[in-house]
Structure formats: structure tokens, C-alpha cells
């Protein structure tokens, strides 16, 4: 039942069919109606699209400055790789496995065999993982 | 201009450069709409606003379009009908915030339950002061005096006040499009000089 003495409820109920009726009403209408309210109809749609375009913008350098840390990212694991001997990166595999087991699941089963890769075999598996987000970084330079 | 549809499951995210050049193929009548929705529905929330602006709010529509917690479907609404679908969304969003909460801020922490028929239904039942029954009560009754002789603006009126859309008016009465759009436009008309000096607060 409504409540006719509830009045901020039945405004904001008025005020909010105001509103759902600009959204169908006619563009001609709007623009008499935008000028009524002291707005250049013209400017507006200049500001707006300049606000519109500006999101866009922010948006694409939000993606570039991602790709930019993934990239840099990528390039780190990748000099972990060059910089290391053959012995080393099977090492790093066999340290990987032994101390992360899951990172052995994420791998296919020919993989989990370290005694049957080939120097080539271990370096494909450390890049597979860093392509994973595996970081291949020693955590512990000790063991 | 149709609502925002719900979002399927499969609907893919348009990416920077369609959004691009859906804004560059926009009119000035498009522009217009969509200035004139926020701030008139900035102007229902009243207080609950928080200071938002209607150029917050495009922003904010914006940025959950194009970061995909929003999916805009050109098949089924052009992009002036994907942003007031937003903007209806984070308005309703506004008018369920708990009295103190800032705008923006809430707007970005909240993310459920896109699509509510009556935010305002929520916004006035909650800390509902004297004065503020008091301030509405006299925008109202403006707005109904301003009308007294327009018996059909009277009857939308009384419709919005039980909770009626739109579609539910028009449905009740018969009436077309072009018959709600001459009565409700009259009502805009008279709104306004209430609306240039004050709002729902």
C-alpha cells in the first residue's frame, strides 16, 4: 500500500520517473531541455566526448603499463635462464619439484622424469613454467 | 532507448577501440540524454548522492565497461543505452549505501546485484529525518500545485508515487509512447524550476 505520508519516499519516487523518462524521450526534447538548464548543447557533447575519450585512454595505459610488467617480468625469468648453466637449471627443476609438487603436476608426465631430459629437454620445462607465472628465482641460495 | 539487458553468460567485452568508435559515432542528443539521466538521477538520491557528480558517474560507467564488470552487447544496445543501463545500476547502488557512506568509494567497492526496480524504494526508508520529510513534503506539494489544473500529469504523478514504471503506467492507461512522453515532458517542464533550487535531501 503506498504510504502518502511518507514523502521523501514518494519524491524520490517522482524524481526517479523524471529520470527513467529522459531515457526514452526524444533528442529533440533533451536539447530544448538541456539549454533550459544553462547548458550549450554543443559544449556538452564536446565535454562528453572528451570525458568519454579520456576513460578510453586511461584504460589503454592501464593495458600498455600491464603488458609493460609482464613483459619485464617475462624477461627476467628469461635471463635466470641464459645466465645459468645446464647443471643449474636441472637443479633448479629437480629443487622446484622436490620443495612445490604441484609445480611437477603442471608439467606433462615425460617432463617429471629428470633423469630421462635432455639439457634442452630441462630448459623448454623452466620456460613452460615461467610462462605459468612459475617464478624460477632461487628462494633459498643454501640448499 | 532500451535498458541495459541483463548480461548472458557468453557476452564478450568490447574492447578499447569499438568503445572508441561507438563515442565518436554518438550525437549530440545522445550526450544530452546522458547528462541530463545522471543529474536527474543524482538529483532523486538526494543526500544519499554523496557528492557524486554526473561526470563521476559516466566515468565510473565507463571504467566498468571497459575493464568487462559491465558487458556492453552492441547487438542488443547502442552505447548511450549501455552507459544509462550502467548509471541506472550505480544510482541504485548509491541509494542502498548505508547513511555515511562515500560515494565513489562505495560505488567501487560495490559490485552485486546489478539490476533493482525500486532503489528508491530503499533510499527513503533508511534514516528518513523530520527535516527531511519536512523538505520533501514541500518540493512535492510545489510540484503538484505547479500541475494542479493538469489532470493527466496528476495521474502520472500519483503513479510514480505508489512505485509505478513507465511501462506500468503506460500499460494501465493505454496510452502510447507519445502520450506518456507529452504528459511526462510537461512534468519535467515544472520540475525544473524546483530542481534549479534544491534537490531530494
Known amino acids: 500500500m503506498p504510504d502518502d505520508t511518507n514523502y521523501a519516499l514518494n519524491l524520490g519516487r517522482v524524481l526517479d520517473g523524471l529520470a527513467e523518462s529522459i531515457a526514452e524521450a526524444p533528442e529533440e526534447q533533451l536539447l530544448e531541455e538541456l539549454q533550459q538548464e544553462g547548458i550549450d548543447p554543443a559544449a556538452n557533447a564536446s565535454a562528453t566526448r572528451a570525458l568519454l575519450l579520456g576513460a578510453v585512454v586511461k584504460h589503454e595505459q592501464r593495458l600498455l603499463n600491464e603488458a609493460r610488467e609482464r613483459i619485464r617480468s617475462r624477461r ?18 629437480q629443487r622446484l619439484f622436490t620443495s612445490q609438487p604441484q609445480f611437477a603436476e603442471m608439467v606433462t608426465a615425460h617432463y617429471r622424469d629428470l633423469s630421462q ?3 634442452g629437454d630441462v630448459e623448454s620445462c623452466l620456460e ?3 610462462e605459468l607465472g612459475v617464478s624460477l628465482e632461487p628462494t633459498d641460495k643454501g640448499e | ?43 532523486a538520491l538526494g543526500d544519499r548522492a554523496g557528492g557524486v557528480t554526473e561526470e563521476d558517474l559516466l566515468s565510473e560507467a565507463m571504467k566498468r565497461g571497459l575493464e568487462g564488470r ?12 549501455f552507459l544509462i543501463g550502467t548509471m541506472r545500476s550505480m544510482a541504485s547502488h548509491l541509494a542502498r549505501a548505508e547513511p555515511g557512506s562515500a560515494g565513489i568509494p562505495f560505488l567501487e567497492a560495490s559490485l552485486a546485484n546489478d539490476d533493482d526496480p525500486s532503489p528508491m524504494d530503499h533510499h527513503a526508508r533508511t534514516e528518513v529525518t523530520p527535516e527531511r520529510q519536512a523538505a520533501a ?6 510540484l503538484e500545485h505547479y500541475l494542479i489544473d493538469d489532470a493527466e500529469a496528476t495521474l502520472v504523478i500519483g503513479a510514480w508515487k505508489d512505485g509505478m514504471t513507465g511501462p506500468e503506467i503506460k500499460e494501465t492507461l493505454s496510452w502510447t509512447q507519445a ?17 534549479q533550487g534544491g534537490s531530494n535531501a
Open chain 1, 117 to 119: 631430459l635432455t639439457d
Open chain 1, 76 to 93: 627476467q625469468e628469461t635471463t635466470v635462464l641464459t645466465g645459468t648453466a645446464p647443471e643449474a637449471r636441472r637443479t633448479l627443476l
Open chain 1, 128 to 130: 613452460d613454467l615461467a
Open chain 2, 70 to 81: 559491465r558487458r556492453w552487447d552492441p547487438s542488443r544496445v547502442d552505447f548511450c543505452g
Open chain 2, 179 to 195: 502520450d506518456f512522453e507529452t504528459v511526462v515532458r510537461r512534468i519535467r517542464r515544472q520540475a525544473r524550476s524546483f530542481n
Open chain 2, 1 to 43: 532507448m532500451a535498458k541495459g539487458a541483463p548480461h548472458a553468460e557468453n557476452d564478450r567485452v568490447a574492447g578499447p577501440a569499438e568503445v572508441r568508435t561507438a563515442i565518436e559515432a554518438m550525437t549530440v542528443g545522445d550526450f544530452a540524454r546522458l547528462r541530463l539521466f545522471g543529474r536527474q538521477k543524482l538529483r
Open chain 2, 137 to 142: 513534503r514541500d518540493q512535492l506539494a510545489a
